[in-house]
């Protein structure tokens, strides 16, 4: 039985903030990836072979053309997955409950509700202008799941997606070499011999952590990015191609280029435009110098402390 699995995106720029979700992003990395590369992964790795990334925006036809076409073709199953949550369901069980039911669609459930993932027979897709709609009247089955499931709407449950891959508490699996237990570093990482580096934590590909920085507290640096002489992180995040300054102390955070969260206060700050942190270009990072800020040098401990203080 051929089967395809249809994923639905986030509608417009995929790197832009979503309304009322802070500065999250679904294109920010958790530990490496994606979630949406998570997704096709594990749908992959079902010997899913058609797999199709389409646009949330209900103005676009693609969700429903796609899978009418894939039904007329002799696509026989759809897993269709809207990109709001990471669910780690057992899809080989998703896939026998279905086939075991009456119903032509099955739609997954946990304590909260929908998480947006479905599965839809041929004949569905063929009868129906909308079968994805979460309004349609089609009678469905209804598949409860019981295991880890977060959903990614806001920076602060983008930040417990982390702690809990980071802490063993879900099944996402990091790359990178374990240099100690639980502390995850890319073989193209640099890390200062004087660098302080407590479990768990992860350091991503092309990362420079400089003298004297620290991370401590489930933190995590993505691809690209320098920490540099003496900052710390402490329950923080440092999205791709983010330079920060010396000598600043970042905790409960997001830094996204030259924007900070902080998940504490609710409040977002840019920290460009007081030399605090940049966004690291690609001639920057060959030249394997930092970019030079604005403002001249990043304030110190103190100082930023100070200004934190001061922050709306």
């Known amino acids: ?185 890319d073989d193209t990482a640099q890390v200062d011999a004087s660098a302080t580096i407590e479990a768990p934590c992860y350091i991503g590909p092309g990362t420079r952590i400089k003298a004297g920085a620290a991370l401590r507290g489930c933190s995590s640096v993505e691809r690209n990015c320098e920490i540099d002489l003496g900052t710390t992180l402490d329950h923080t995040s440092i999205q791709p191609n983010t330079y920060v300054a010396p000598g600043l102390y970042f905790r409960e955070s997001v830094v996204d280029g030259t924007r900070l969260e902080h998940l504490a206060r609710g409040v977002t700050v840019d920290l460009g435009t007081v030399g605090l942190s940049a966004r690291i270009g690609t001639q920057a990072r060959h030249a394997h110098r930092s970019p030079k800020l604005a403002h001249g040098p990043g304030l110190s401990r103190r100082d930023a402390i100070k200004e934190e203080e001061h922050c709306p």
């Open 1 to 185: 039985m051929e089967m395809g699995a249809l994923i639905v995106a986030a509608g417009g720029d995929a790197g832009s903030a979503l309304h009322g979700s802070g500065l999250w992003t679904p294109a920010w990395p958790v530990l490496g990836k994606t979630v949406l590369q998570r997704w096709i992964e594990r749908v992959q790795g079902l010997g899913v072979g058609l797999v199709s990334v389409v646009d949330r925006n209900p103005q676009e036809p693609n969700r429903i053309h796609t899978m009418v076409e894939w039904a007329k073709e002799g696509v026989e199953q759809v897993l269709l997955i809207a990109l709001g949550s990471y669910a780690e369901i057992d899809l080989p069980d998703l896939i026998r409950f279905h086939s075991a039911g009456q119903r032509k669609v099955t739609q997954v459930f946990d304590q909260q509700g929908p998480l947006g993932i479905s599965l839809l027979d041929r004949g569905c897709m063929l009868a129906n202008q909308e079968p994805a709609s979460q309004d349609s009247d089609l009678p469905s089955s209804r598949y409860d799941f019981l295991g880890y499931a977060v959903r990614l709407s806001s920076t602060g449950k983008y930040r417990q997606l982390v702690e809990d891959a980071l802490e063993g508490r879900c099944g996402i699996h990091l790359t990178g070499s374990q240099t100690q237990p639980r502390v995850w570093i």
